[in-house]
Each structure stands twice: as structure tokens, then as C-alpha cells.
């Protein structure tokens, strides 16, 4: 019983060392979730906030663990060093590092979802502009108790403290709210919509936790079974709520589809076949022939195997293979009604992000 009581304050029970192994897990999983399309199906690497938000969300994910670890005492640390301080690890890393830099990249996601789908304009700040604008309420509440320095020798607070900080990361929530509700009713064809419900759900039911997790402690601070059992649930659940939390940027919806499971892919090569457009990808196509007429238009020549395969092979001698397949696409994009707003947007925003934007492999400089 001393043996248990000395690691119930100190940390190191062999239950503290079960949750290090199920975080480790998790991440392991996290980071594979997140380059899988890349390693397997050999997806180009995205640019913009496509490529850095997802990065950001790994970093986040990865700092409010390890700041769970080191704040929560699930190991044996004396605190001699800077670098183990309760303000470091408690307050910055947990904080604007960790738990507040995931919900403010979900909410960028949420705020230009909202815009494209609902205003249906591009958003009026870019990504790399709107994320520390977000953030700043979380820098300044961490600077706010670094000066005021409230934590105690164990990382605690005195409830007088908690209420603002469980206030923080309830108006954060309420904000994702706010956006999800704005864009329930568009009919999303990926799971944009499922995914911010799940960032609500899983944040809302996080922070409860956390809650509940420092009144127990509070009313029952000297049960030493309690202070090591709410420390394990709290370090495996946020190692859950990291990889439900987890989403691939709104603007690589495809993306989104491939996970670590195959039969989950979802079997679409063009977006045009993942949006449900008729006769997608004539480029594509590997079965079909016709008799060819020199006096039709050139996407009925191209339904004829052997002529599309002699054109592309024409077009990337000349270095034009892309400005035929943007052809494609763009082809595409106009068999849709226009009053089909979200499905011409998703093609709209493809073409930009795979042909337009700067810097990308098959850009068509334009």
C-alpha cells in the first residue's frame, strides 16, 4: 500500500506506464493515418494550408500529450530544470501549443468551409493570417498565468482558476459550433460535415472529462486510487481524442477517403468520378473505341482509344500533358447544372488547387 501511495503522488504506477503505452499507439497510428496517401497510393504532397495544417495538427497532437505526461505526473520527475517546469509543459504546451492550436485549426477549416460553401467566395483572411489571430486569446491567457504563476509544486490550480480556463476552452467550442451549424445544411459529397461534428463531440466530451477529472481529485484529493485512475483515463482518452480529432485539410477531400483500411478507399482516380459526373475521364477511359470522324469535336475523338493515346503521347513530347488534362477537367466542370453550386465549387476548387495555384507539379502557368 506505501508502494502504491508513493506513485499515486509521485508517479511511475505500473497503470501510468499501460497509458504511456497506449499513447505511444496512438500516435504511431496518428502519424501513420496522416502519410499514408502519400506513401501508399503515391499522392503528390500538397502545398498552402492543405500540407501545413495537417502538419500543425500532428504538432499539436503530439505536444498536448506530452504535456499531459509531464504536467499529470504519470512519471517520476523532480522539477530542478527549466525545461520541467509546470508553466512550460501546464500552461504553454498544453495550451496554445497543444489543445488550443487543434481547436484553432479545426476552426480555420470550419471558417473556410463556411465561406465557400455558404458566401461562396473565397475567405477574406488566408489561413496563415486567421490561425494566430485565433490563437491569441490562448498566448494571452498563458501569459496572463505565467506572470501570475497559480500552479503548485504538482501542476494544480485552485477552482478559482479553473473556471476561466474550462470558460476558454468552452467559448472555443462554442465558436466550432457556431461555424458546424452555419454549413449543416449543404450536402458536402465527402465528410467535411461529419468530420467537424466529430472535432464538437470530441472536444465537448474532452474537456467534461478534464472537468470532472479535477472536481474528484478536489473532493477526494488524498484517495490515492482516484488521483491514479484519472490520470490514466485522462492521458487515454486525449490519446483517443488526438486520432478522432484528426482531419485532413477541407481543401484535399479526396484525400480524406483514403485510410489505413483499403477497402475503405473510396475507388475514384478523377474527382470527377468522386463527384458522380457522367462519362468522367476521358482520358481515362481504357475500353472504349469508335470509328473515328476527323470533323468531331475533339472530346468525342478522344472517346477512341487510340487516338487519346497518340494525342497524350503528342501532348507530353510537346510538355502539354497538363494543358490536356486541365482540358478534361474544365470539360467536366461544365456538364454540371448550374445550379449544382456544391458540386461545381468541389470541381472548382480541384482544378485551382491541381492546375492554377503556383508551385504545383502539373501547374499549367496561366
Known sequence: MKKMGGCAVDGGCPTDYVALSVTALALILLLARATFPFFFYKVPRPKGSAFWIP?????????????????????????????????????????????????SCRIVQAFQLYFIFVEKQLPPVRSYICLPLILLPWIAWATFLHVKKPLNYWCQMSTSWIIPVVCLHGFYVAILV???RAVWHVEFRFDELKDLWHGVLVSTASVGLWVAAFVLNKIHEHVEWLQVSSRFILLVMASMFVLVFFSMSSSQPLLSQMSLRRKDHLACATMGKALGIPDSGLLSLRDQSIVLDPNEPLDKLLLDKRFRQSFMAFADSCLAGESVRFFDEVHELGKLPLDD??????????????YIVSGKVVSIEI
Not at 502538419?55 to 527549466?82: C, D, Y
Not at 453550386?341 to 491541381?354: G, P
Request: aromatic residues 16%; contains cysteine; proline residues 2%.
Open 178 to 180: 457556431g461555424f458546424t
Open 341 to 354: 453550386s456544391v458540386r461545381r465549387i468541389y470541381m472548382a476548387r480541384h482544378i485551382i488547387e491541381k
Open 55 to 103: 502538419v500543425i495538427q500532428l504538432f499539436a497532437s503530439f505536444n498536448l500529450l506530452v504535456a499531459i505526461i509531464m504536467s499529470a505526473n504519470l512519471i517520476r520527475i523532480r522539477r530542478r530544470h527549466w525545461w520541467q517546469s509546470c508553466y512550460l509543459w501546464g500552461v504553454w504546451v498544453e495550451g496554445p501549443l497543444g489543445f488550443g492550436l487543434l481547436l
